[in-house]
């Protein structure tokens, strides 16, 4: 699949260092098809002078990895617009097939990447292995977690959100990033390199495919669509340039993730405008699993009730919140909810198994306050109550076989029933869901975890303390979810461990604990 490019694109600079220092990545597959991606980036945070031409990569495809056998090759250009990154998407794969590949400028060569493509959606399917993460703030700790997830044998990743923070991490006592707070779009590029150089991630990203969504931190804390968030410390920020803002966080995330093109609905120039970035979208592995991935802050109303009629979150009593079962108010804005209620209507006709979706939060209802009354997160499900019950009522109503969710966000292990109504405790369970912990950012203990699995019976386990990832195994019979946790984020040598493991039936939606 070589690509004819015109004699003024190849451009080669001379090279000092080696260009290939935030790794290589996958993702966005398909049974037939992948995007591969490297950003070009010199030694150090700002790296080294790339200038201002397009600078041509070449890239290859291979069934070994020692590209004896060349499956397809080609050239790509990387441009200085976007910071010398190379989204390639490679059509013309065998499905549901590993692969290897690697890219090259002049004599440098890149790391050696491994993806996969998905099998067909007709196909019959044994096995999906899927590990799901989320927030991994730099300063709180190393990034160990990945490098034992290299070790589970996983055919994808699905990253749930806050893949950089905006912060200036001044609080921390394990490591201080440089650059201060992240407000432009060469701070954001910064940010992502300083997170990208990190060699436990890189090599997770060469393992197997990603499937991308983000959460607030990828722009600003509780931000919720065009408006503004607030860090909870001094961001010198205002809302006034807050799309600006918006805009550059999108570019660069864009930039540094192996997602298709077609994200950019009007390219990069449209997002000055405040253009929508879609990246809300599924994926199917054959009959055995629909994975769909959904984005909860573009499109998002704000948060309702913020004490002191701030911007961000906070917690609240709903009854004394007149806004708070709002109809019209909405976690993943109407048309979002209606394209997934559409996708959803089609899982009979497509005998998908498992229904799997991927989304930032916690979606069962946590209250706070025990006993009588209620103190509920306003930036969560639990702000949207009117949202959730439809996307509740639309998992009911089109009969959706085995749905999951997966969340993270709250940087804590939450297992529990998806009910129907959660303001009935009779109510019926229409699903499972599992919100993983963090990979290194921090929680505030357990303290008084067993008193809010008390107050919410929904949901069968819950640990504040401990940090990792999330592994499940999908078979047309069942799935097992473990949760497997380190010991020490603030050590780059940790051990891992399983902290719980649980299973459930195929069309019987009743977690057991293993």
């Known amino acids: 699949m070589a690509l004819w490019l015109p004699r003024s694109a190849w451009s080669q600079p001379r090279l000092t260092s080696n260009p290939f220092t935030l790794g290589v990545a996958s993702g966005s597959p398909t049974h037939d098809s992948v995007v591969l991606w490297t950003r070009l980036h010199g030694p150090g945070l700002l790296g080294a002078s790339l200038g201002r031409e397009p600078i041509t990569v070449q890239w290859q495809v291979a069934h070994d990895d020692k590209f004896a056998r060349i499956v397809l090759s080609g050239q790509a250009i990387a441009s200085p617009e976007l910071a010398h990154s190379v989204h390639v998407e490679v059509a013309g794969l065998e499905p549901d097939r590993w692969y290897f590949y690697r890219f090259m400028v002049g004599d440098a060569v890149s790391p050696v990447g491994r993806t996969r493509t998905f099998p067909k959606a007709d196909a019959a399917v044994a096995r999906l292995r899927l590990g799901y993460a989320s927030c991994q703030k730099w300063e709180d700790g190393y990034f160990t977690a990945w490098r034992h997830m290299r070790e589970e044998n996983l055919d994808a990743v699905m990253f749930l959100g806050d893949y950089i923070y905006e912060y200036t991490g001044r609080s921390s006592k394990v490591r201080i990033p440089s650059g201060g707070w992240v407000l432009s779009l060469d701070d954001y590029r910064q940010r992502y390199a300083l997170y990208r150089g990190e060699a436990d991630l890189q090599a997770m990203h060469a393992t197997c495919p990603w499937l991308m969504t983000w959460d607030d931190h990828e722009v600003q804390n509780d931000y919720a669509g065009l408006q503004a968030g607030d860090s909870g410390m001094t961001d010198p920020s205002s809302p006034a340039n807050f799309a600006a803002r918006r805009a550059a966080a999108y570019q660069a995330y864009y930039e540094h993730m192996p997602i298709r093109a077609s994200v950019l609905t009007k390219a ?246 293993s």
């Not at 959660?422 to 912990?437: I, L, P, Q």
């Open 268 to 513: 990069v120039a449209g997002l000055a405008s405040g253009a929508e970035m879609r990246i809300y979208s599924r994926l199917q592995y054959g009959r055995l699993a629909s994975l769909y991935l959904l984005d909860a802050r573009q499109y998002k109303d704000p948060q309702a009730c913020t004490k002191g009629n701030g911007l961000g979150s906070s917690t609240v009593n709903p009854a004394q919140c007149p806004s708070w079962n709002d109809p019209k108010r909405s976690m993943l804005g109407l048309p979002q909810e209606q394209w997934l209620s559409n996708e959803l209507a089609k899982t009979q006709s497509r005998d998908s198994g498992w229904n799997v979706v991927g989304q930032q939060t916690l979606l069962g209802q946590r209250d706070f306050k025990p006993g009588p009354g209620q103190t509920l997160w306003n930036d969560g499900w639990d702000g949207y109550s009117a949202a959730r019950m439809r996307l509740t009522d639309s998992l009911r109503k089109h009969s959706v076989a085995n749905p999951v969710l997966l969340g993270g966000d709250v940087h804590e292990n939450w297992v529990g029933h998806i009910k129907a109504d959660y303001a009935d405790v009779n109510s019926v369970s229409v699903g499972v869901e599992f919100c993983g912990t963090s990979i290194t950012s921090r929680s505030g203990g357990n303290a008084k975890t067993a008193e809010r699995l008390a107050e919410n019976p929904h949901f069968v386990f819950a640990d504040a303390e401990r940090k990792g990832y999330g592994v499940v195994e999908f078979t047309p019979k069942e799935l097992t979810t473990t949760l497997r946790v380190v010991d020490d984020v603030t050590s780059r040598d940790t051990r891992i461990e399983t902290l719980a493991q649980f299973s459930v039936q195929s069309g019987r939606p009743v977690i057991e604990r």
